[in-house]
């Protein structure tokens, strides 16, 4: 490779969702591009229009734009560069790299059966010949590809890869009806944005040949070629709906960050010693591609909880309030005035042990409550007379506390119990159900901080009413 500012890009095609290993294989290209100063460029690769939809289109951008990876140019969408792609071929026929094969579908039918009894691949009878056709029989363009020799790859991933060229046949570029081939536009998109490598999945690896000799017809640099493995399944089989979420746009509604994702997609391939949790900066600077392991990786949806978390840790609350906020709305949750307050208190006691969003969300969900709660049978059940006599007393020690914090309340919580003669497990259950109606809530100190003083004592006087 000359010595051309590097280029990457990522080239889905809009016909669905975008997968979690096209998010990957993003990830790696804007990672490489960043670490050595270079631009990262995206490409719609819509030419089949039937299946190509402006919904796919946006859930591309909407994807790269949560996990972070924007690309440094306006998108290029293949589509639009039929005529460029029409008027390379028209140079390569100028070249004698091309040439007009005008078989018949019956004629093609009979050579590949023969090329398949023989062994071989196709070879068209029209590469060395250009006459005694008539002007209005349709043709398509082929590749006048090389028919001795080896065509190598030089894989940053795989390693050297090479490719007979008896084996590799004079692919078509422009069907009968003008329009491009996908090897051809392909070509021709990288080569006029400037890409310099093409990082991209293996299973455009048997691809890489004939897209070299395209390259070559046109006498243009070949780029540096890294296929990445696929990702796996947690049992080692290919990624499916049974293994869970495969769209971008699901971890992101099963309440992962994307700055955890990009540390976790990270990982899934390629490392830094034993690193494990580390930013963008630190993996821009580390990333190279020749480091990517060849062999496929595999989703481990704890691994990735845990990063997650991590990150749920690192997050600002204001930030974890609007989303969390985002999807209590989700869930048709009542919110009121006042809420974000009780939010913000909460949110720092409770987070520590949300792997998702979705977790953190459901943790807050007792200091939302509106009163009287209802009380499930169990803590009902936990309200006998004993323990009503108790809590009561302990009400009455909190009237009297002044420092509403985690830990003057959790001293004044032991100290409640040494001279009840009594361990905390006495006291604990029936109090925590009172304080969160049967919710998932934090400890009893941090229980009675996100709910603050007023709100505390008049839940534990609401579960001791004679209603109650």
């Not at 990457?8 to 809009?14: G, M, N, V």
């Not at 068209?124 to 590809?145: F, H």
């Not at 999945?201 to 004939?210: K, T």
Request: with cysteine.
């Amino acid at each position: 490779m000359s010595d051309r500012p590097v280029v990457t890009r990522i080239a889905p095609s809009p016909t669905g969702y975008m997968h979690i290993g096209t998010a990957r294989t993003a990830l790696f290209n804007w990672l490489y591009a960043k670490h050595v100063g270079g631009k990262f460029l995206l490409r719609i690769e819509d030419t089949d229009r039937e299946r190509s939809t402006e919904p796919a289109v946006q859930a591309i951008f909407d994807g790269l734009s949560w996990l972070g990876l924007i690309p440094d140019e306006e998108p290029v969408f293949q589509f639009s560069r039929a005529d460029r792609h029409r008027q390379v071929v028209q140079e390569m026929l100028a070249r004698g790299s091309a040439y007009r094969c005008y078989m018949t579908p019956d004629e093609l039918a009979h050579e590949r059966e023969t090329a398949r009894a023989e062994g071989r691949v196709i070879r068209s009878p029209w590469r060395d010949r250009d006459g005694n056709y008539d002007a209005a029989q349709p043709y398509v363009i082929r590749l006048k590809a090389a028919t001795e020799g080896e065509t190598l790859i030089a894989d940053q991933v795989k390693g050297d890869v090479t490719f007979q060229n008896k084996d590799l046949d004079d692919l078509i570029l422009l069907r009968t009806d003008g329009s491009p081939t996908y090897n051809l536009a392909v070509v021709v998109d990288d080569h006029d944005m400037g890409v310099t490598h093409v990082i991209r999945g293996d299973d455009h690896l048997n691809n890489a040949g004939r897209q070299t000799q395209i390259y070559e017809g046109m006498g243009w640099e070949v780029p540096v070629w890294a296929h990445l493995p696929m990702i796996n399944g947690p049992d080692g089989k290919k990624l499916s709906k049974r293994h869970g979420a495969q769209a971008v746009s699901e971890f992101d509604d099963m309440g992962y960050l994307p700055e955890a994702m990009r540390n976790y997609l990270a990982k899934l391939g390629w490392g830094h010693g034993d690193a494990e949790i580390f930013g963008d900066d630190q993996a821009q600077a580390w990333f190279d591609i020749k480091d990517v392991v060849g062999a496929p990786a595999r989703l481990d949806w704890a691994k990735l909880a845990h990063v997650n978390n991590h990150y749920i840790r690192e997050a600002g609350i204001d930030r974890l309030v609007g989303l969390v906020t985002r999807i209590l709305k989700s869930r048709d949750w009542p919110l009121h005035d006042g809420d974000d307050a009780i939010l913000q208190r909460t949110i720092p006691l409770v987070r520590d042990g949300a792997k998702t969003t979705l977790e953190l969300a459901d943790n807050v969900v007792f200091a939302l409550k509106r009163r009287p709660l209802e009380l499930p049978e169990k803590a009902l059940a936990q309200l006998t007379e004993e323990t009503r006599g108790r809590l009561a007393r302990l009400a009455a020690v909190y009237a009297d506390v002044a420092d509403w914090s985690v830990p003057n309340l959790e001293d004044v919580n032991r100290k409640f119990a040494e001279s009840e003669g009594v361990g905390l497990g006495k006291i604990g259950p029936a109090l925590r159900a009172v304080l969160s109606g049967g919710s998932p809530a934090p400890d009893l100190a941090g229980a009675l901080v996100s709910l603050g003083k007023p709100e505390s004592l008049a839940r534990i006087d609401d579960a001791l009413s004679p209603a109650a």
